[in-house]
């Protein structure tokens, strides 16, 4: 993967930099995007306490550049990791629609930290067009006029009387291409002054359009490179020692005489971290085993029942997020139901690789990484080495889902380079990603709510227990800050409106297992019990769910979206049409990242089992910038959903998880897999998020119609029903 | 020991062993488009052919291929670079996500295909059941499959 880039750069105008050494030869343009609203606003409650938190600090390092090559194509440098959602060619939309160009011109290339863009961020949260669409097209937009200012001088005309149109500004009978401004272009770039003018909607090319992903015509053929194929000449393979059972450490290790086995270059038994570096990876595993490793095992064993135990909401516990009017559960006629939602893996195909060159002179790292920044860091950090000579070469993601987020990986291989003084390639192997990762919390929900006769929500509270998601990247002392973790409450929050009083409680949970990120967060777990309540609570009055969300949404701007959001999707299901016998139709909503998401399940039960035939969605994401990807991603979040709903639940025994691999922890197949129809409607808002959203209503809008069939309320996932 | 892949002889060390086709093939000749999923046979990412059937490669010893055709996605478009109608039908769907487990879908599909011309619906999601896909693009991959059969059937016409 070439990474040409310029290798310095000066701020010229706030927010952009043109690259050096770039009078002729080329133009590059970089540009500071912001931050993400909720990295700043925990930025805020860190530096409150302890100076520690330093990912969210403001940079100056352009997370984006453009280069404009004489040949005219664009090069778009970006950082945000292509894992399937699609970015690189969002991106390159947002771009090359801006810009003016046409569309194959246009080059996105995954840029390496360290040379001159990092991107501090990484790649999640859905935020990757939400926080890139107006400043990528203000910067193209600067661009474009950088060239047009270039050639008003040039030929001596009014800037305003030229006219650029797909890659090439003219003047009357005279054209130019972009590339020939560039080669033709003498002296220093000035950024124009003041803001650039930017397209209006009716102008777009490509915004808007399905313009086929830049990434698979590589990914069809098997010649696109992800982390985990990652090879390099005099490469060594590396084997870390880990362990099987949850929370044990390295009590004592003999490395017998491991490091004279065949093939074996490097033995490094340190506190914590024994591993070995072989010519091939047999001979490492081999090594390994050979030593003879005690490990300590905490005591008394983590059962399941401790887990359950742990998570589990306790009255009075907890902070308040969300509080409105009073609520009074004391009265007759509350509906309370508790819910519960099991640990999951991410379960991502792709086994996490690194592949490490630590040389006197520099750092290389291909790693599968969300986060590159943070990886480029930790790596020097390990190593002692200064950050400038540290590189992280960005791969392709065999699926992220949010376990790509830490950097272990990338620091084992490292560490093991420098001892070897040759590159050391560590792949994990499934048991290892099932065993020694971290897991999506388990949760617990405590729903309750008071309804009128009319169908009218007088009182409604949402009390949920998780353990950590977002806290455990951050210091400690910003967990005993907040009390609640931002991460396990994403789509906890109630947005109907109660006409008495409304809230929400969140509560830390202390797990001994490690829980972090997993796609959408506590979006799942709280879109199920939220709309399984709302559906209950519709039933009680005798109240279509659909009539009775589209009553109880507020009358805001955003309850607008959600309503018609609804109504598309049960538009799309024929909702309120007879269904054929044994069949029902279940209802759900959620809204996250800006996107409004409805959903209506079709399902049958063959044999005790949950059958999902067809899922209708309707999204608003605001602006789409490419409706196949939102399909796709919406598609890709129900069926991801939909396994969690259905089948998808870790467990432990006796200290170690219940599986290591799918002939115990299966994922959800081909044949269980519904039909799905994607309706996009909205369109009037800039850009939502679209990788996590989706799996907001999905078990919500199952459980919804088992219970339009059955009339069995469910309340723990995977939905199982009674034998 | 000599190994027959997309039509090229390959010489890899004999270890007298069993050691699987994946790891020769990943490891030892870098031919990374075969992907490494669960290692035990039920992922379906390393899926192949070995003499036009679809095998998995992470339970096939190498010393049973010997002298057998062994196809991979490297191989399965044309030598002149047009593509399988397969690949051509998940392009035109944009099935893939991240794309890891979709060597082992389309070989599985190409399989098929050549087995099954016309295959009902039935029959796609029958042969396709036993490639996972964590992006969840299943029901893409159930409609770029009659697709495909659909553009071999025009091309065979």
Same mark, same amino acid.
């Given at each position: 993967?070439?990474?040409?880039?310029?290798?310095?750069?000066?701020?010229?105008?706030?927010?952009?930099?043109?690259?050096?050494?770039?009078?002729?030869?080329?133009?590059?343009?970089?540009?500071?995007?912001?931050?993400?609203?909720?990295?700043?606003?925990?930025?805020?409650?860190?530096?409150?306490?302890?100076?520690?938190?330093?990912?969210?600090?403001?940079?100056?390092?352009?997370?984006?550049?453009?280069?404009?090559?004489?040949?005219?194509?664009?090069?778009?440098?970006?950082?945000?990791?292509?894992?399937?959602?699609?970015?690189?060619?969002?991106?390159?939309?947002?771009? #090359?629609?801006?810009?003016?160009?046409?569309?194959?011109?246009?080059?996105?290339?995954?840029?390496?930290?360290?040379?001159?863009?990092?991107?501090?961020?990484?790649?999640? !949260?859905?935020?990757?067009?939400?926080?890139?669409?107006?400043?990528?097209?203000?910067?193209?937009?600067?661009?474009?006029?950088?060239?047009?200012?270039?050639?008003?001088?040039?030929?001596?005309?009014?800037?305003?009387?030229?006219?650029?149109?797909?890659?090439?500004?003219?003047? !009357?009978?005279?054209?130019?291409?972009?590339?020939? @401004?560039?080669?033709?272009?003498?002296?220093?770039?000035?950024?124009?002054?003041?803001?650039?003018?930017?397209?209006?909607?009716?102008?777009?090319?490509?915004?808007?359009?399905?313009?086929?992903?830049?990434?698979?015509?590589?990914?069809?053929?098997?010649?696109?490179?992800?982390?985990?194929?990652?090879?390099?000449?005099?490469?060594?393979?590396?084997?870390?020692?880990?362990?099987?059972?949850?929370?044990?450490?390295? &009590?004592?290790?003999?490395?017998?005489?491991?490091?004279?086995?065949?093939?074996?270059?490097?033995?490094? @038994?340190?506190?914590?971290?024994?591993?070995?570096?072989?010519?091939?990876?047999?001979?490492?595993?081999?090594?390994?085993? &050979?030593?003879?490793?005690?490990?300590?095992?905490?005591?008394?064993?983590?059962?399941?029942?401790?887990?359950?135990?742990?998570?589990?909401?306790?009255?009075?516990?907890?902070?308040?997020?969300?509080?409105?009017?009073?609520?009074?559960?004391?009265?007759?006629?509350?509906?309370?139901?508790?819910?519960?939602?099991?640990?999951?893996?991410?379960?991502?195909?792709?086994?996490?690789?690194?592949?490490?060159?630590?040389?006197?002179?520099?750092?290389?790292?291909?790693?599968?990484?969300?986060?590159?920044?943070?990886?480029?860091?930790?790596?020097?950090? &390990?190593?002692?080495?200064?950050?400038?000579?540290?590189?992280?070469?960005? @791969?392709?993601?065999?699926?992220?889902?949010?376990?790509?987020?830490?950097?272990?990986?990338?620091?084992?291989?490292?560490?093991?380079?420098?001892?070897?003084?040759?590159?050391?390639?560590?792949?994990?192997?499934?048991?290892?990603?099932?065993?020694?990762?971290?897991?999506?919390?388990?949760?617990?929900?405590?729903?309750?709510?008071?309804?009128?006769?009319?169908?009218?929500?007088?009182?409604?509270?949402?009390?949920?227990?998780?353990?950590?998601?977002?806290?455990?990247?951050?210091?400690?002392?910003?967990?005993?800050?907040?009390?609640?973790?931002?991460?396990?409450?994403?789509?906890?929050?109630?947005?109907?409106?109660?006409?008495?009083?409304?809230?929400?409680?969140?509560?830390?949970?202390?797990?001994?297992?490690?829980?972090?990120?997993?796609?959408?967060?506590?979006?799942?777990?709280?879109?199920?019990?939220?709309?399984?309540?709302?559906?209950?609570?519709?039933?009680?009055?005798?109240?279509?769910?659909?009539?009775?969300?589209?009553?109880?949404?507020?009358?805001?701007?955003?309850?607008?979206?959600?309503?018609?959001?609804?109504? #598309?999707?049960?538009?799309?299901?024929?909702?309120?049409?007879?269904?054929?016998?044994?069949?029902?139709?279940?209802?759900?909503?959620?809204?996250?990242?800006?996107?409004?998401?409805?959903?209506?399940?079709?399902?049958?039960?063959?044999?005790?089992?949950?059958?999902?035939?067809?899922?209708?969605?309707?999204?608003?994401?605001?602006?789409?910038?490419?409706?196949?990807?939102?399909?796709?991603?919406?598609?890709?979040?129900?069926?991801?959903?939909?396994?969690?709903?259905?089948?998808?639940?870790?467990?432990?025994?006796?200290?170690?998880?219940?599986?290591?691999?799918?002939?115990?922890?299966?994922?959800?197949?081909?044949?269980?897999?519904?039909?799905?129809?994607? @309706?996009?409607?909205?369109?009037?808002?800039?850009?939502?998020?679209?990788?996590?959203?989706?799996?907001?209503?999905?078990?919500?809008?199952?459980?919804?119609?088992?219970?339009?069939?059955?009339?069995?309320?469910?309340?723990?996932?995977?939905?199982?029903?009674?034998? | 020991?000599?190994?027959?892949?997309?039509?090229?002889?390959?010489?890899?060390?004999?270890?007298?062993?069993?050691?699987?086709?994946?790891?020769?093939?990943?490891?030892?000749?870098?031919?990374?488009?075969?992907?490494?999923?669960?290692?035990?046979?039920?992922?379906?990412?390393?899926?192949?052919?070995?003499?036009?059937?679809?095998?998995?490669?992470?339970?096939?010893?190498?010393?049973?291929?010997?002298?057998?055709?062994?196809?991979?996605?490297?191989?399965?478009?044309?030598?002149?670079?047009?593509?399988?109608?397969?690949?051509?039908?998940?392009?035109?769907?944009?099935?893939?996500?991240?794309?890891?487990?979709?060597?082992?879908?389309?070989?599985?599909?190409?399989?098929?295909?050549?087995?099954?011309?016309?295959?009902?619906?039935?029959?796609?999601?029958?042969?396709?059941?036993?490639?996972?896909?964590?992006?969840?693009?299943?029901?893409?991959?159930?409609?770029?499959?009659?697709?495909?059969?659909?553009?071999?059937?025009?091309?065979?016409?």
């Amino acid at each position: 993967m070439s990474t040409t880039k310029p290798k310095r750069w000066r701020i010229s105008r706030r927010g952009f930099l043109i690259g050096a050494g770039t009078t002729g030869a080329l133009l590059a343009l970089g540009w500071v995007a912001g931050l993400p609203k909720l990295r700043l606003a925990l930025s805020d409650v860190a530096e409150g306490t302890e100076k520690a938190f330093s990912r969210g600090a403001p940079q100056a390092t352009p997370t984006q550049w453009f280069v404009v090559k004489p040949d005219n194509t664009v090069e778009l440098y970006v950082q945000k990791i292509e894992m399937g959602q699609g970015i690189h060619t969002a991106l390159g939309q947002i771009a #090359a629609d801006e810009l003016d160009i046409p569309w194959e011109n246009l080059r996105v290339i995954a840029a390496t930290t360290g040379s001159s863009v990092d991107d501090p961020n990484g790649t999640g !949260n859905s935020e990757s067009v939400v926080s890139h669409y107006l400043p990528l097209r203000k910067a193209a937009a600067t661009l474009r006029d950088m060239l047009r200012t270039d050639v008003a001088t040039m030929w001596g005309v009014a800037t305003s009387a030229l006219v650029i149109n797909n890659g090439v500004i003219s003047y !009357n009978d005279k054209s130019i291409t972009f590339g020939e @401004v560039v080669a033709q272009h003498q002296g220093e770039w000035q950024v124009p002054e003041g803001e650039p003018t930017l397209k209006s909607a009716d102008q777009f090319r490509y915004i808007g359009q399905s313009q086929p992903r830049v990434d698979l015509p590589a990914k069809i053929i098997g010649e696109a490179r992800y982390g985990h194929d990652m090879r390099l000449p005099n490469m060594l393979w590396g084997v870390v020692a880990r362990p099987t059972q949850i929370g044990a450490t390295i &009590a004592s290790v003999d490395a017998k005489d491991a490091a004279s086995m065949p093939g074996v270059v490097s033995v490094i @038994v340190e506190d914590q971290f024994v591993a070995v570096a072989a010519e091939n990876k047999s001979q490492a595993a081999a090594a390994i085993g &050979a030593m003879q490793i005690t490990w300590n095992t905490p005591q008394p064993l983590v059962q399941q029942a401790d887990i359950d135990r742990a998570t589990t909401v306790q009255p009075g516990s907890g902070v308040v997020i969300q509080t409105e009017g009073a609520v009074d559960w004391s009265s007759e006629g509350v509906i309370r139901r508790e819910f519960r939602t099991p640990m999951a893996v991410h379960a991502h195909l792709e086994p996490q690789a690194a592949l490490v060159d630590v040389r006197a002179d520099g750092v290389e790292a291909w790693v599968s990484t969300q986060v590159p920044v943070g990886l480029h860091d930790a790596i020097a950090g &390990a190593l002692g080495r200064d950050k400038a000579q540290v590189k992280v070469h960005p @791969v392709y993601l065999g699926g992220g889902f949010g376990r790509r987020l830490e950097p272990t990986l990338g620091v084992e291989a490292a560490r093991l380079s420098q001892a070897a003084g040759r590159p050391v390639y560590v792949s994990w192997n499934r048991a290892e990603e099932f065993r020694n990762g971290f897991v999506r919390p388990p949760t617990h929900h405590v729903m309750q709510g008071k309804v009128s006769a009319d169908g009218t929500i007088e009182e409604i509270e949402h009390h949920f227990a998780s353990g950590d998601v977002l806290l455990t990247i951050f210091p400690p002392a910003v967990g005993t800050l907040l009390g609640w973790d931002i991460g396990a409450a994403r789509g906890a929050k109630l947005y109907y409106t109660a006409t008495t009083g409304k809230r929400t409680i969140g509560q830390r949970v202390a797990l001994p297992i490690a829980t972090s990120f997993w796609r959408g967060l506590g979006l799942l777990a709280n879109g199920f019990a939220i709309e399984s309540l709302i559906d209950d609570m519709a039933h009680q009055v005798g109240i279509d769910p659909l009539a009775f969300r589209l009553k109880n949404l507020p009358n805001t701007r955003f309850g607008e979206r959600m309503k018609r959001t609804l109504q #598309a999707a049960a538009d799309a299901a024929g909702w309120g049409t007879p269904l054929p016998a044994g069949r029902a139709r279940g209802i759900a909503c959620s809204a996250d990242a800006g996107t409004c998401v409805a959903q209506v399940a079709e399902i049958s039960i063959m044999e005790n089992q949950i059958r999902v035939h067809h899922v209708y969605a309707a999204v608003d994401a605001g602006l789409v910038i490419n409706p196949t990807g939102v399909q796709t991603q919406t598609e890709g979040g129900i069926v991801m959903g939909i396994g969690s709903t259905l089948i998808e639940q870790l467990t432990v025994v006796d200290g170690a998880f219940s599986a290591f691999n799918f002939d115990k922890y299966p994922l959800l197949r081909n044949s269980q897999s519904p039909d799905i129809t994607v @309706v996009i409607t909205g369109g009037e808002d800039d850009p939502g998020g679209m990788g996590e959203p989706p799996m907001g209503p999905v078990a919500g809008a199952v459980a919804n119609a088992v219970f339009a069939l059955t009339g069995q309320r469910l309340t723990s996932l995977p939905l199982q029903l009674p034998a | 020991m000599e190994l027959t892949i997309n039509g090229q002889t390959y010489t890899i060390a004999d270890l007298g062993d069993t050691r699987p086709l994946l790891n020769v093939i990943r490891d030892e000749l870098n031919l990374t488009g075969t992907k490494i999923g669960c290692a035990i046979g039920i992922c379906g990412s390393c899926t192949v052919h070995v003499d036009g059937v679809a095998t998995r490669a992470c339970q096939t010893p190498v010393n049973s291929v010997i002298g057998k055709e062994i196809r991979t996605i490297e191989g399965l478009a044309e030598a002149d670079g047009s593509l399988h109608p397969v690949q051509q039908a998940f392009l035109e769907l944009q099935v893939p996500q991240c794309g890891w487990c979709m060597s082992g879908q389309m070989m599985t599909a190409a399989a098929l295909l050549a087995q099954n011309s016309a295959p009902t619906a039935d029959d796609i999601v029958s042969a396709m059941d036993n490639n996972y896909c964590r992006c969840g693009t299943y029901h893409r991959i159930r409609q770029a499959v009659a697709r495909a059969a659909a553009i071999q059937q025009e091309s065979n016409a």
